[in-house]
């Protein structure tokens, strides 16, 4: 990243500062001190150091300036993949940020009991305000995945009562539940494919999918059967605390998330803008 504002840093005439997150010990020597076209370039050890410097010489400033703060203030730029347009620096101010997150608690019941699992990139406004802000405006725990691959294992560590995601990794769900079946024996294949998709018409019911139709009696009684013998045993996949999966960035399939309420997990879906935060 650093290379990339080299070559134009000529351009960049506001420009003042450029902070090196990742810079290995020697490198970090190597930049502390030095300007790149009347750049500053710090690592992330000096800023942190010349914090805690601030910090001892000014020991009241923070709290004496943060009352200052309006509700119109600028909160973060966020930039946008340039998706619909050339990309873009979007200015959410504290009011965009609080009033996304009001909204959201004005719906859904949240603790600090919760614990929210993040596996979103925070640059992004979805899981910046729904991952981060979110779970600090109720005093909610926060885990974070360790990494695109395991997912399945966090979930099952952090034991998450709320996760935010993008309908790709349900999807990844549902085709991981469809090939289990291929690991069972003809008999018990049979039966958990069938729950699949008793589990799909309930959960669309449940839903109000237009033309869903309710279960008989026999389907009720079966389906009974089903949550003890597999869909729990599904749950518990998923950590066994989960009070709601949250779909947003794309649009949802409406069967997917009829699959997920059928099983007893509830799936929500989300709409929102960068520029609306979101």
């Not at 979110?134 to 399945?152: K, M, N, Q, W």
């Amino acid at each position: 990243q650093l290379k990339k504002i080299e070559e134009i840093a000529a351009e960049l005439p506001a420009l003042k500062t450029i902070v090196v997150f990742e810079a290995a010990a020697s490198e970090a020597a190597a930049i502390e001190g030095k300007t790149l076209e009347g750049i500053r370039l710090l690592s992330l050890a000096e800023l942190e150091r010349s914090g805690d410097e601030h910090f001892a010489r000014h020991p009241t400033e923070y709290e004496m300036t943060w009352p200052a703060a309006a509700p119109d203030d600028p909160a973060t730029i966020i930039y946008t993949s340039g998706t619909t347009g050339d990309p873009k620096g979007v200015v959410l101010s504290q009011r965009n940020i609080i009033a996304n997150l009001e909204s959201i608690i004005s719906v859904f019941q949240f603790s600090h009991q919760d614990l929210f699992l993040s596996f979103l990139p925070l640059a992004h406004v979805y899981e910046r305000t729904a991952g981060f802000f979110l779970p600090l405006r109720v005093g909610a725990g926060i885990a974070y995945t360790e990494s695109l691959f395991t997912v399945d294992k966090n979930l099952r560590e952090a034991k998450p009562t709320i996760m935010f995601c993008v309908p790709r990794l349900y999807e990844a769900f549902a085709e991981k539940l469809g090939h289990y079946a291929g690991t069972l024996s003809e008999g018990r294949r049979e039966k958990y494919l069938d729950a699949l998709e008793l589990a799909k018409k309930v959960g669309a019911h449940r839903g109000g999918l237009p033309g869903a139709p309710a279960s008989g009696m026999m389907e009720k009684l079966k389906y009974k059967a089903y949550d003890g013998a597999v869909y729990s045993k599904i749950r518990e996949r998923f950590g066994g605390r989960l009070r709601a999966f949250v779909s947003g960035g794309a649009p949802m399939a409406p069967e997917l998330g009829a699959l997920f309420l059928g099983l007893g997990l509830n799936l929500c879906e989300g709409y929102g803008l960068t520029e609306t935060s979101p």
